[in-house]
Structures are given as structure tokens and as C-alpha cells.
């Protein structure tokens, strides 16, 4: 209360100034003039009376300006004027705070921007009602060394979990994947998923246009129901208020659109375009099938601990019923429920962390740099504040304005950082790694800003203290004669170079382990050759559209036939997946005859149905054996081709593993091994490649693979149509891309990773050679006298420069040889972004020492030859 | 950069407390003592800064006597403190005067004041009787 009431007075005060003094003015008058009066009267004349009054009351001046004092206002109008000073000093030594404002804005919105992705994507919580009762729900299985840690569910499974579970208030599971559009137009291939109704019930988000999936829904015979996404809706139908209740054709089934989703919706990270009703019926075809991603939401109370062990309890219900008990337990089953966030970041949250802590290290090499800058200035000004110091001034007060420059230097780089890292996101938004969740909603918001601030003022306070500190404003009156720069001063400036040195060589470290990594992820001969010579395309020929599966097959075949004839395509395959389709992977376990004892459930390998040229096609060696034939293909004949690493792992030798036997583990009929395929590493460059067994078919849906060194081009891309267009006109194609664009794409994390932290490493070494050319040009300048003197007295050049070498060298040694040691114990923190290489890699040490190295001597040498060739008689005459 | 008031008061009456001794000088008049003098000099009726120094002056038998120099500084911030009331009003010297009363606060600032020095005097009386 009374607090308040003083700073109302203060206001008033500050901002009825010109009135307070008025009115102080008046006040001191009506006393003085008492004073007079009084004098009067003991009989003096009017003027000795006003002399005799004026001595009488003492400085009037420094009573008012004590009263002002006490009304404290005058903190505020100093705080006012050092800003303006500030400023102008900004604006008119653009020696001084041009590189300062440069550096802080570089370093200030590197940080904000890293700091806007790490808010998007790990902070801000998942924009479902809320968030924290999410889980996703798999469950975890192993196999000797095999670990599947989000191993899907079944639709056996979501029935057995949805009749027995108790803990989840709502629960529901979803498939990812792709269907044609037909009937309105030209056909088109959407992204769909396809759920049960507890699916959008967990996520809580409210149809914009009608209503939900319902348990209806899901039944044999249903309706067959479709909702939109709000931008498919836009699209398709142009925003339709009425498209409720109409039929669309989806792979040439009649769906029923029953609602549409607000246009904010997001699908954990995926943008389907459209939400099928998932149908549940019981010992349909494909319910035992693995591959549904589950989604809850627990109940008020429930924890994941609660919700795990509740899991265990239905998944021995569920053994016990469908008699699996045996192998839950062989694949060491676990329920794995964990927040849903978990699995809409997946594996970014470790490289944004390092890129965060990368680019923070950054910032303290900026202020270093500034506080290098603005303590300079400082010393620059010792004589002023010396001068002012004699005048009364406080240290306080002289601090204060020195801290407030800083203050405003940070605040202008602050600012002019938060429209960089705009730019930045806009950029990152647009540009990106695509594999980088929730990145499109980057965005400064309120809490960027405030990180902006946070940043900003931290970094000011923090090399405006140190400048302050360091520049030893101790002030007494007898420094404003011989200004110079105390022993403590230049130990502060090498120990600011030292570090910047560390970390320079830390950041060039990770970028140099990156760079490693990349070489050996691209010499790893990937199971297929030049990828950007392989055009993919994949097609989808809907029961609806033909029934008999023969047929299907023959279209196919004529389809390959016709892509095979293009000129200039040296070879065509197609295939149920190509590699790192992960999307379309399928797996079983494989039996092998004479091999897998009775009752034991071999391990799961990697299964594809492929016609003959796939191998060919791709790039694939055939390591012993043969490819398959189109007499395989269309007689239906019962042959396999397996993988080098799963022919080893039974025969040793590749080529005992022809003739040898196999089968899908629970059919009956063999299948012949004819073939033996090198090693393709499926699920990404950096994993290591599965199991593979291939078997000649023809499926419905299949992936074309076609070598030229025409793909990508709009020209084979035509052909490519015309050919299936002449074939069946309404059929879409989907996925066309390159196998190249796939692969980039398993890079992708990497190479942002890599970008990020390359330009972080570069800003550190810039800030490193100007710290230590910074040091060396100040040695030299405050040591003309003795080089001149030594010149004079013979010195060689030579010798001049080694000195100031030798000085610049020991530096970067001290601070090279702290920046290994923090490398050392840093680095093991991004071995999940290393491939192929240690943490410790003698050699990236090496080159990142030697970079360090060369740059600091290239930044020495050059304040070196200026002392190496200082004119003695000039620099004598100049002191 | 400000100071609280209450944290301002504190200091003072420490002030008073750590230097013990309070010299009847003019120029040695402590801040806390002359924050009292005050307070207790317009406890009873409203006055202007000259009559405040005057009636310091008097009834203290001509012993104490404030300096303008120290006199307005104070009035000034135990007005800012939020203890004093200050308005210009007619007075007896024949112009307008800023007449200073005591506000609630005040009255309360007044009373720790006057224990502070009860406390402080009867422990230099019992020091000076004993010694």
C-alpha cells in the first residue's frame, strides 16, 4: 500500500517535474525571505539583509538539488540520458559497435531461431485438449538380439484391448496409407488414414462439419464412411457447406462423407488428406496383421506405470484365448505405452538439444567478443572517467553508464537477431527437413520473444559486467594521466581468447564428426546403384476395378512389358516395396528346412513380392544363382531368392544356400531357393540391412521401378502415363519420385544437423581469429616502444614476428588443448547422429587441432609483420 | 535503483544506533534524530518549513538549531516516504506557505521513532550513570 503510494509520489515527481521544481522554488523563496525580514528587523538595510540572509541559509543551489535528490527522481532522468548517450555513441563509432551489433545479432538469432524449432517442436504441448492424458500405444517384443521397440498392434489385438483394458478412457487405432480418388475428374492419389472411432474421441478435437466415426461404422456391411481433412475439403470441393451425406469413390468404393475436421486439426505429425473408418469384424482377412499404431486416452488418475501393467493383464487374456501364449512369450512381449508426444517427435528432441547447446556456446563467444569491444571503449575513455570520477561522480554511476551501453548495444542486436530468425524460420519452414515434426507450425510467438528479451539482457548484463570488471573502474583521479593497461586486463583478454579457442574447436569437432558420418554413409554400397537414375512409381488397381486376380496380374505384366520398351529405360522391375519404402514394408517369419527346429518360431525377415528386372533395375547384385523369370511369375512357381546376410547367417557360404528350402513360417508349401541378392540395406543407410527373402508375384498394389537416365524429367514421366493410360485410363499414380529423393530423405535429419552446427562452428572460428588478432594488434600497439628499440638495436624482423607468434601460438595451444578435452567429454552426446564413426575419432581431433591451428596463426601473422616491420625512428618519434 | 521507504527507515535507525553518540551541534544532527525532531515538532498542528525550524529552535532552548541545508532535503523525502502531508496554504508570514502535517503513517513512523530513541537514550544514560 504505502509502497504504491511512494511511487505515485515518484511519478508525480518525475512527471511533474518543471511544477516540483516550481513549487520547491516558491518554498525556498518564502523561507529566504523570512530569512531577510528577520534580519531586518534586528536593523539592517535591505540589501546587507538579503547578503546577511543569503550566508545565513548556505548553498541554495545544493539544497534544492538535495531535495530533488531525496524525491529520487534523479536515477530515472540519468538512466534517460545514459540511453541517449548510448545510442549516440551507437550511432557514431561505427568502429566500435558495428562488428558488436553484427556479432550479437548473428549470435541472438541463431539462438532464437533454434530456440523457435525447439519450441514448436518439443515444448509446446500436442494441440489436443489435454495433451498430458495422451498415450500412444504399441508394445515391445524381442528376438535374440532383435529389439522392436514400437512394435504395432493387431485388429485382434485392438478388440482383445478394448473389451478388457480398464484404464483407458478412450482408445483407438489408426493405419497411414495412401488410395485413389476417382469419379470427380482426374484421378488422384490421397493420403489416408484409416482408424477405429476411438481414435478421434482420444484426440478430443470436435468435427467441424458433422460428427465423428462411430462404433456403427465399423461393422460387417457398414456404410462405408470418410472424414475430410479441412484442406481436402477446400480442395476438392471448394469449401462445400453441403457435402455431407454425398458419396466419393476411394480405390472405387462408395464412401460416405460424414464430417469434416477444423481446419487446425493436425493429425500427430501427418497430413492425410482423408480419415477412413477402419472396419473391425472379427476373423476378417488382414486382422491378424500387425501394423496399427495405438492411440489413448488414460483415465483422470491413471499413470503410465498404472496403464502398462493393466496392458500385461489383457495382453494373458488375449494369449490365453487365441492360444499365442507361447509366442508372447518367445518375442518377450511387453506392452510399451508412452506419451504421445514421444511419437509425434520421435528421434529430433537429441539433435535440436545439441544444436541448442552448439549455438548457445556461440552467444558466449559473441559476448566475449563484445565485452573484448566494449572494454576497449572503457579504456579508451579511462581519462573521461577519470575526470568525471575527480568531479564527483560515482563509481556507481560510471559503472552504470557502461553497463547501460551494453544494455543498449544487446537490445538493438536483440532485436535486429528476432527479424533474422524470422527470416530464418520462414526459410526453415518452407525448406526444411521434412522429416522434422511439427516444423510447419514454427512460428515466433509470445514465448520467443520473451527468450528473445531473456537473451538479450542476460547477454548485455553479462559483457557490460566483465567490461566493467575487467576494465578496472576502480577509478582514482591520478589514472586520468598514464592510461595504461594493467597485467590484469591483457590476463582477462587471453583468457577470453582461450576460450573462444575451446569452443571454436569443440563445435568444429561435431561438425567434423558429421562430415565423417556423411562420408560413411555414402560410401555404404546400398544394395542399389545411382538412385537418381531410378524413376518409381506406384500403382494401386482396386478390387473394384479388377476383380480377378490373374488379370491383375497380366495388366501388370503388360504394364512392365510396355515401361520396359520406353527408349532409353535400360531396365524395369516392380515390386510389393522398394527400398526405404519403410511405409509398404512387410515381414514374416521364415522357416528354413532342416534349420528352424520344429515349434520354435524363426526369426521375421523383410518380404517382398518382386517380378523379374527388379534386381536389374535397382542395382542389385546377384551374389550366386539366378533371377527370377516371367515363367516364375506367371506359373505361380514356388521359388525364393534370399539375402547374402541371411544365406550366411544359415550356410556360411552363399552359394550352399541354392536349392536349399524355405517357407512362411505356419504354410505348408517349400519354396526353392534359386537365387541369392546382395545386402540392401531397406530401412535406411544408417541401419543396418534386414533379412530378406523375395518371391515372384504380382499384388494389387506395387511399386514400379524403371532405370534411365531419364528420370525425374517431365518427359519420361509422360511416357510413363501414356503407357499406363493406354493400359486403363482411370488408374492414378502415386509416389513418382526418384529413388534419390527417398534417400536424401533418410539423410535429411543428418544434414540439417550438419548445416546447423557448420555454420555454428564457422561463427565460432570467426570469433576465435578475430579474438586472437584482437589480442596480437593490442600487444603489438602497446609494445611499439620496446619493438622499436630492439630494431634499433639490430633485431631481425624475423625474431619480431616469432614473438608475437609464439604469443598468439601459446593461446591457441592453451585453448586448442581445453577445447580437446571438452570435445572428448561433449562428443559421446551426439553419437546417436554419428555413423560410422567413434566419438572419440583420433583424426577429425587431429584436423579440427590443425584447422584451430592454421586459422590462429593466419590471424596472428598479420599483427606480426606490422611489428616484424614497424619503422623504429617512427614509432620512437610517435610515443 | 529505488530503495524502498521501509528499507530507507531501517537503515537510518541503525544509523542512529550504531553511532551512539548524538552531539547537540547543528551540523552533527543525525538524519534519524532530525526525522524525529520533525515528526514531533508537527505532531500537534500543521506548520511551514520556517516554523518548523523556528519552534525546533525554541524549545530546545536554543540548543538545536536546523540548517535550511538539512531542513528541506528532509521534509522533502519523509514527504516522499509518504509520512508527511504537504499543502500550500495562508499563513502568518503574510504569503502562501507550504504547511507540512502529519499523515497516519506518519503518526505510526513517529512512535517507532520515539522508542527507538527512549531505547537509545536511556542506554546512554544508564552508560554515562555507570562509567
Not at chain 1, 227 to 253: K, T
Not at chain 1, 672 to 696: I, K, T, W
Request: glycine share 8%; proline share 5%.
Amino acid at each position: 500500500m504505502r509502497f504504491s503510494r511512494v511511487l505515485i509520489h515518484r511519478l508525480q515527481s518525475l512527471f511533474r517535474r518543471s511544477r516540483a521544481d516550481a513549487d520547491l522554488q516558491r518554498e525556498i523563496e518564502v523561507h529566504f525571505e523570512q530569512l531577510v525580514k528577520e534580519a531586518m528587523a534586528s536593523g539592517a538595510g535591505e540589501s546587507e539583509a538579503r547578503m546577511m540572509a543569503r550566508r545565513q541559509f548556505g548553498p541554495m543551489e545544493k539544497t534544492k538539488e538535495e531535495c530533488r535528490d531525496s524525491r529520487r527522481v534523479n536515477h530515472i532522468d540519468d538512466f534517460m540520458r545514459d540511453v541517449r548517450y548510448a545510442l549516440r555513441t551507437i550511432r557514431t563509432k561505427p568502429g566500435f559497435s558495428v562488428p558488436a551489433l553484427l556479432s550479437l545479432t548473428l549470435g541472438i538469432g541463431a539462438n532464437i531461431a533454434i530456440f523457435g524449432v525447439v519450441n514448436a517442436v518439443l515444448i509446446r504441448p500436442l494441440p489436443y485438449p489435454q495433451p498430458e492424458k495422451l498415450v500412444g500405444v504399441f508394445n515391445s517384443a524381442a528376438y535374440s538380439s532383435l529389439v522392436i521397440k514400437e512394435w504395432p498392434l493387431s485388429l485382434e489385438m485392438y478388440a482383445a484391448y478394448k473389451e478388457n483394458a480398464r484404464s483407458f478412457e478412450e482408445f483407438g487405432v489408426w493405419t497411414p496409407g495412401t488410395a485413389a480418388v476417382t469419379g470427380r475428374g482426374e484421378p488422384e492419389e490421397v493420403a489416408t488414414v484409416a482408424m477405429t472411432h476411438g481414435v478421434l474421441r482420444a484426440l478430443g478435437v470436435r468435427a467441424y462439419l458433422g460428427r465423428w466415426f462411430s462404433s456403427a461404422d465399423e461393422l460387417r456391411g457398414a456404410q462405408k464412411t470418410v472424414i475430410l481433412s479441412y484442406n481436402y475439403w477446400q480442395r476438392r470441393f471448394g469449401g462445400d457447406e453441403h457435402v455431407l451425406g454425398r458419396l466419393v469413390l476411394i480405390d472405387f468404393v462408395a464412401y460416405q462423407i460424414v464430417g469434416v475436421m477444423p481446419r487446425k486439426f493436425e493429425f500427430l505429425n501427418l497430413a492425410p488428406d482423408v480419415f477412413l473408418a477402419q472396419s473391425v469384424v472379427a476373423g476378417a482377412p488382414g486382422s491378424q496383421d500387425a501394423d496399427c499404431s495405438g492411440v489413448a486416452r488414460l483415465k483422470p488418475g491413471i499413470g503410465l506405470a498404472q496403464a502398462n501393467r493393466d496392458i500385461v493383464r489383457v495382453l494373458r487374456i488375449w494369449g490365453a484365448k487365441t492360444g499365442l501364449e507361447q509366442y508372447l512369450e518367445q518375442l518377450h512381449v511387453k506392452p510399451n505405452i508412452h506419451s504421445l508426444k514421444e511419437d509425434v517427435i520421435g528421434d529430433v528432441g537429441a539433435v535440436l538439444k545439441i544444436l541448442m547447446g552448439a549455438l548457445a556456446l556461440v552467444l558466449l563467444l559473441v559476448c566475449a567478443n563484445v565485452a573484448n569491444l566494449v572494454q576497449a571503449r572503457a579504456q579508451a575513455r579511462r581519462g573521461e572517467f577519470a575526470t568525471r570520477a575527480a568531479l564527483g561522480a560515482g563509481w556507481g554511476r560510471i559503472a552504470g553508464q557502461v553497463l547501460i551501453e551494453s544494455l543498449a548495444l544487446a537490445t538493438l542486436g536483440g532485436a535486429a537477431g528476432l527479424s533474422l530468425a524470422y527470416a530464418g524460420l520462414r526459410l526453415l519452414a518452407t525448406h526444411g527437413p521434412a522429416t522434422l515434426p511439427r516444423v510447419a507450425d514454427t512460428s515466433i510467438d509470445a514465448l520467443s520473444i520473451l527468450f528473445a528479451l531473456a537473451c538479450s539482457l542476460l547477454s548485455g548484463i553479462l559483457f557490460g559486467l566483465v567490461a566493467v570488471l575487467k576494465s578496472g573502474l576502480n577509478i582514482r583521479p591520478q589514472m586520468a594521466r598514464g592510461a595504461s593497461q594493467s597485467a590484469d586486463q591483457v590476463r582477462a583478454q587471453n583468457a577470453f581468447v582461450i576460450a573462444q579457442v575451446a569452443v571454436a574447436l569443440v563445435l568444429l569437432v561435431g561438425a567434423g564428426l558429421l562430415v565423417r558420418s556423411f562420408i560413411a554413409l555414402s560410401a555404404v554400397r546400398p544394395g542399389f546403384t545411382h538412385p537418381e537414375q531410378i524413376q518409381t512409381i506406384r500403382l494401386f488397381i482396386p478390387e473394384a476395378q479388377i476383380r480377378d486376380p490373374e488379370r491383375v496380374a497380366q495388366v501388370e505384366a503388360e504394364i512392365l512389358h510396355k515401361f520396359a520398351a520406353i527408349p532409353g529405360v535400360a531396365a524395369a522391375g516392380f515390386a510389393t516395396a522398394l527400398p526405404l519404402e519403410l511405409e509398404y514394408h512387410n515381414g514374416n517369419p521364415i522357416s528354413v528346412e532342416g534349420k528352424t527346429p520344429l515349434g520354435q518360431i524363426p526369426p521375421n525377415r523383410t518380404i517382398k513380392s518382386i517380378s523379374p528386372g527388379l534386381f536389374a533395375a535397382l542395382g542389385t547384385r546377384l551374389i550366386a544363382g539366378r533371377d527370377f523369370t516371367s515363367n516364375d511369375l506367371m506359373s505361380n512357381r514356388h521359388v525364393a531368392i534370399v539375402s547374402e546376410n541371411m544365406a550366411r547367417e544359415y550356410w556360411s557360404k552363399p552359394r550352399d544356400a541354392l536349392a536349399k528350402r524355405i517357407r512362411i513360417n505356419g504354410e505348408s508349401q517349400w519354396s526353392v531357393v534359386v537365387g541369392v541378392a546382395e545386402n540392401v540395406y531397406e530401412d535406411g543407410v544408417d541401419q543396418p540391412p534386414p533379412g530378406l527373402v523375395y518371391f515372384p508375384g504380382v499384388r494389387r498394389g506395387v511399386a514400379f521401378a524403371i532405370r534411365s537416365n531419364r528420370a525425374g524429367t517431365q518427359g519420361l514421366l509422360k511416357e510413363i502415363t501414356a503407357e499406363i493410360h493406354a493400359v486403363d485410363p482411370s488408374l492414378p499414380l502415386a509416389q513418382v519420385r526418384t529413388l534419390n529423393d527417398l534417400y536424401r530423405l533418410t539423410m535429411a535429419r543428418r544434414s540439417f544437423a550438419l548445416v546447423l552446427l557448420g555454420i555454428a562452428a564457422a561463427m565460432a572460428m570467426t570469433l576465435s581469429m578475430i579474438g586472437v588478432y584482437g589480442v596480437l594488434a593490442y600487444a603489438v600497439a602497446q609494445r611499439r616502444k620496446e619493438i622499436s628499440i630492439r630494431v634499433a638495436m639490430g633485431a631481425e624482423p624475423r625474431t619480431i614476428r616469432a614473438l608475437f607468434l609464439r604469443q598468439g601460438l601459446i593461446l591457441t595451444c592453451f585453448g586448442g588443448a581445453i577445447g580437446l578435452a571438452s570435445a572428448r567429454g561433449l562428443s559421446p552426446w551426439m553419437a546417436s547422429l554419428l555413423f560410422g564413426v567413434k566419438p572419440f575419432d583420433p583424426l577429425i581431433y587431429g584436423v579440427a587441432g590443425a584447422v584451430i591451428l592454421v586459422a590462429a596463426l593466419t590471424a596472428s601473422s598479420i599483427p606480426a609483420r606490422r611489428a616484424a616491420f614497424l619503422n623504429p625512428i617512427e614509432a620512437l618519434r610517435g610515443e | 535503483m529505488f530503495l524502498p521507504g521501509a528499507i530507507l527507515s531501517i537503515i537510518m535507525v541503525y544509523n542512529v544506533d550504531d553511532r551512539g553518540v548524538i552531539m547537540p551541534k547543528p551540523s552533527d544532527l543525525l538524519q534519524g534524530t532530525l526525522d524525529l525532531l520533525i515528526l514531533k515538532t508537527i505532531a500537534t498542528d500543521p506548520l511551514h518549513g520556517w516554523a518548523i525550524a523556528k519552534r525546533i529552535q525554541v524549545l530546545s532552548g536554543d540548543v538545536l538549531s536546523v540548517g535550511q541545508g538539512s531542513l528541506y532535503p528532509a521534509l522533502h523525502r519523509l514527504e516522499q516516504q509518504g509520512w508527511l502531508r504537504a499543502e500550500w496554504k495562508d499563513s502568518d508570514l503574510g504569503r502562501p506557505a507550504k504547511v507540512y502535517s502529519l499523515t497516519r503513517e506518519g503518526r505510526k513512523q513517529l512512535e517507532r521513532e520515539l522508542n527507538s530513541w527512549n531505547r537509545l537514550s536511556s542506554a546512554v544514560q544508564l552508560l554515562v550513570e555507570m562509567a
